[in-house]
């Protein structure tokens, strides 16, 4: 059942939110049955906005964020003719974070193509960062028919995993460790990953960090960082080269866990693919630089129309 909270400013349905607390309460709240993500019935949140003019699109995030990562872009997106969703993965955000399911790479994949069939969306426009991006191209590949085009940025698609992650999700370090000790490593991490210290505002930090600020939040992201695993992505490297939907392999080129020379190789291997390069700008590339983000993604579809646009 989908909550009927508005994400969207009536006048000129655009999204309204000036803090996270706004951008939160502005999701939308839907329940998968059993079986169609996980063996339990699973909450998801998500934003949902705009009119779907040009088609709609789908933001997927990576770890240790939600759906609050694309707040700055997903306004231009909207007033430029889009419906966009957001959605909290699986143990992420403010969707179900309950210890009781898996949250793979495969299973986040599967709770989309659920969430995409309970919206009755056939196709959408996939935009994947982080883990998010090891998402979209499971989603291209494996359920190639909700996918109209493709965009990959800063993302996890070969054995290039944060150390610091990966460490989150060993349990004999993490479980027992100080919930400040925690938001600290997150602070430093929100910090590494941006080339323009000025777009890391208080509220964006505090925005991204809030899911986690709890004992509850702890553990789901240490069952978040424990599902990561190189052998999810190494899986899809020999089928790089049967997507076939028309693709953008956007990076901003200064990330330091996310190298551009993955994004290089990711563009050769897929046919047709685009790279495009935001130079000045880190791995959280929404935030850091969101005019030229949102702009390289809507100049990218514009040019690339598909039959089923």
Same mark, same amino acid.
């Given at each position: 059942?989908?909550?009927?909270?508005?994400?969207?400013?009536?006048? %000129?349905?655009?999204?309204?939110? !000036?803090?996270?607390?706004?951008?939160?309460?502005?999701?939308?709240?839907?329940?998968?049955?059993?079986?169609?993500?996980?063996?339990?019935?699973?909450?998801?949140?998500?934003?949902?906005? *705009?009119?779907?003019?040009?088609?709609?699109?789908?933001?997927?995030?990576?770890?240790?964020?939600?759906?609050?990562?694309?707040?700055?872009?997903?306004?231009?997106?909207?007033?430029?003719?889009?419906?966009?969703?957001?959605?909290?993965?699986?143990? +992420?955000?403010?969707?179900?974070?309950?210890?009781?399911?898996?949250?793979?790479?495969?299973?986040?994949?599967?709770?989309?193509?659920?969430?995409?069939?309970?919206?009755?969306?056939?196709?959408?426009?996939?935009?994947?960062?982080?883990? *998010?991006?090891?998402?979209?191209?499971?989603?291209?590949?494996? +359920?190639?028919?909700?996918?109209?085009?493709?965009?990959?940025? !800063?993302?996890?698609?070969?054995?290039?995993?944060?150390?610091?992650?990966?460490?989150?999700?060993?349990?004999?370090?993490?479980?027992?460790?100080?919930?400040?000790?925690?938001?600290?490593?997150? $602070?430093? #991490?929100?910090?590494?990953?941006? #080339? %323009?210290?000025?777009?890391?505002?208080?509220?964006?930090?505090?925005?991204?960090?809030?899911?986690?600020?709890?004992?509850?939040?702890?553990?789901?992201?240490?069952? %978040?960082?424990?599902?990561? !695993?190189?052998?999810?992505?190494?899986?899809?490297?020999?089928?790089?080269?049967?997507?076939?939907?028309?693709?953008?392999?956007?990076?901003?080129?200064?990330?330091?866990?996310?190298?551009? $020379?993955?994004?290089?190789?990711?563009?050769?291997?897929?046919? *047709?693919?685009?790279?495009?390069?935001?130079?000045?700008?880190? +791995?959280?590339?929404?935030?850091?630089?969101?005019?030229?983000?949102?702009?390289?993604?809507?100049?990218?579809?514009?040019?690339?129309?598909?039959?089923?646009?």
């Amino acid at each position: 059942m989908v909550s009927q909270a508005s994400t969207m400013n009536s006048e %000129n349905m655009q999204p309204d939110w !000036n803090t996270w607390q706004e951008f939160r309460e502005a999701q939308q709240e839907l329940v998968l049955p059993a079986g169609a993500a996980a063996h339990i019935p699973v909450t998801i949140r998500y934003i949902d906005c *705009g009119e779907a003019k040009l088609g709609t699109i789908l933001l997927m995030h990576g770890i240790p964020t939600w759906g609050y990562l694309y707040q700055a872009v997903i306004p231009t997106l909207v007033q430029a003719g889009y419906r966009v969703l957001a959605p909290d993965f699986l143990g +992420h955000g403010w969707s179900d974070r309950r210890d009781r399911f898996d949250r793979s790479f495969q299973d986040q994949a599967r709770m989309i193509v659920a969430l995409l069939s309970a919206l009755a969306l056939a196709t959408v426009d996939v935009v994947g960062h982080d883990t *998010g991006g090891a998402v979209a191209l499971i989603l291209a590949i494996e +359920h190639s028919r909700v996918v109209n085009r493709l965009v990959i940025t !800063n993302a996890v698609c070969y054995d290039r995993f944060d150390d610091d992650m990966l460490d989150f999700g060993h349990p004999l370090r993490w479980k027992a460790r100080p919930l400040k000790a925690l938001v600290k490593a997150l $602070e430093e #991490s929100l910090t590494a990953g941006f #080339s %323009n210290p000025g777009q890391l505002t208080p509220q964006f930090r505090e925005g991204i960090i809030a899911p986690w600020a709890s004992e509850e939040g702890k553990l789901s992201l240490l069952r %978040n960082a424990s599902a990561l !695993n190189p052998n999810q992505t190494m899986a899809l490297v020999d089928r790089h080269s049967t997507i076939t939907v028309p693709t953008l392999v956007l990076w901003g080129m200064d990330d330091p866990w996310q190298k551009s $020379e993955d994004g290089l190789q990711l563009a050769s291997e897929i046919p *047709g693919a685009v790279f495009y390069e935001i130079k000045q700008a880190s +791995h959280w590339v929404q935030q850091d630089a969101p005019e030229q983000f949102s702009t390289a993604v809507l100049e990218f579809f514009a040019k690339s129309r598909t039959s089923r646009d």
